[in-house]
């Protein structure tokens, strides 16, 4: 049962749960956890994404157990039934979870975690009262990391990747999207892409790959943006279509940056290439940007702190996904955070995300789920939703990842506390014990075994 066959069509999670149980009947487990204080599968019968109160079904199994074989979960229930299963003395590997908890790996569905250059030095103008759009037009911002990372080579690209990789994987993050964007020319966008590509062949975590060229208008085209506009449609769609480079294409929109006109002809160039639409909207001002999302089908939106009541219902109706990026109103020291609580009572489903960049420098998706809990006022059941099964939908991702359930990949965390609601409650710190990727255990922080 590898992972390359798996992902060629073994997509045994589709089966009913009975089809499910007896075609891995008769197979023995390589690893075991067993004795966890809650066990939380987030079964995708509650629906996949969740909305309204399905996102606090977490499906707690108490003194729960997994099995797994090579990279596929083929055992979920209670201790119990697990040990009278199976031959406990001749499974290779087995992991005591006692007064531990057990979760699906975090999926982070937006970041931009291939640049070069740091921007410490703009958090002191943030502290002297500057916006992000002064910042900008002062050189900094986006455009100081696009002159850094159009001059660094590829290797140097992915050397910065695999650290904040390493990051990721050691708080608890098993899957990513990563986006392009700090390129804007043809050649630096597909060196960021390729960048991407070999960090997905070398590295554990699995990396979902967003063309984001409409990031931002780069200086050489200040007086002609529309011939920017005419590149990405005309060249870099196009060819990284062609190149394979990317599975979805994102767009920055708002005031100053790219219209809904403009937003809108990107999209729809790359519908027709075979790209999957995202947009950044309304982060800073309304633009309508969630009515373009809901007009276009968009997979996920991101940001929507400013999204009005049109565009939020229309959303709901077209089942696009929001993903809030609570660390990006926390780094700009903004009073206002995206309304999760709106949202939820209109059933968008939300998903949540690290927004990992140079001007939001988190790896840590623990760090995500206190800040929603604490400034979106998310239960910590709809923000654990938000971060995995949710999170999985956002990158279509779902039928993989997201929940631990048979037939599934066998991606999953276990932290040091014994219940899911210590995520948000105790912060600050790294509660993560052991992190699994495709049944291997790759990051052990439990120094007695």
């Known amino acids: 049962m590898s992972r390359k066959n798996f992902k060629r069509g073994t997509n045994l999670f589709v089966a009913s749960t009975y089809m499910k149980k007896e075609i891995f009947s008769n197979v023995e487990p390589d690893l075991v956890i067993f004795n966890s204080n809650e066990l939380v599968s987030m079964n995708t019968r509650y629906g996949a994404p969740r909305t309204g109160e399905n996102m606090s079904e977490l499906a707690i199994i108490k003194d729960g157990a997994i099995a797994i074989k090579d990279d596929l979960i083929i055992f979920i229930g209670p201790t119990d039934e697990l040990m009278s299963k199976y031959e406990f003395g001749k499974i290779p590997t087995k992991v005591d979870a006692t007064n531990k908890l057990v979760t699906p790996g975090f999926v982070d569905p937006h970041t931009h975690i291939i640049f070069d250059g740091t921007r ?11 916006t992000y759009l002064e910042i900008l037009k002062a050189g900094g911002g986006i455009l100081r990391t696009v002159r850094k990372t159009r001059e660094a080579t590829l290797e140097k690209l992915v050397e910065n ?31 960021q892409l390729k960048a991407i590509q070999i960090l997905n062949e070398v590295h554990p975590l699995d990396l979902i790959p967003t063309f984001l060229g409409a990031h931002a208008i780069p200086p050489e085209y200040n007086d002609k943006p529309d011939k920017y506009i005419d590149l990405i449609i005309s060249e870099m769609i196009p060819k990284i279509a062609e190149e394979g480079l990317a599975e979805f294409c994102d767009v920055f929109c708002e005031k100053g940056i790219f219209s809904i006109k403009q937003t809108r002809k990107i999209l729809k160039t790359a519908i027709r290439y075979g790209l999957k639409p995202q947009i950044h909207i309304d982060e800073i001002v309304d633009t309508n940007g969630a009515l373009l999302a809901s007009e276009i089908r968009a997979i996920q939106t991101g940001h929507l702190l400013k999204s009005n009541n049109e ?72 923000a654990l939703t938000a971060a995995t099964i949710n999170s999985a939908c956002a990158i279509q991702k779902q039928n993989e990842i997201g929940s631990l359930e048979i037939g599934k990949r066998a991606d999953l965390i276990v932290f040091d506390i014994p219940n899911h609601n210590f995520l948000p409650y105790h912060y600050g710190v790294n509660l993560v014990s052991k992190v699994i990727k495709n049944g291997k255990i790759l990051v052990d922080y439990d120094l007695s075994t």
Request: with cysteine.
């Open 120 to 130: 410490e030095n703009e958090l002191s103008m943030k502290l002297e009262g500057k």
């Open 161 to 191: 990747g695999k650290k904040i990789l390493d990051r990721m994987m050691s708080y608890g993050t098993t899957t990513l999207e990563a986006k392009s964007g700090y390129g804007l020319t043809t050649e630096s966008e597909i060196k």
């Open 311 to 382: 565009g939020l219902k229309a959303m709901a109706e077209a089942g696009v996904i929001a993903t809030l990026l609570p660390g990006t109103p926390f780094c700009l020291m903004l009073d206002d955070y995206a309304p999760a609580r709106k949202m939820i009572d209109l059933g968008i489903p939300i998903a949540l995300a690290t927004d990992l960049n140079p001007n939001c420098w988190t790896e840590s998706m623990q760090m995500i789920i206190t800040l929603a809990c604490y400034h979106m006022k998310l239960s910590t059941a709809e």
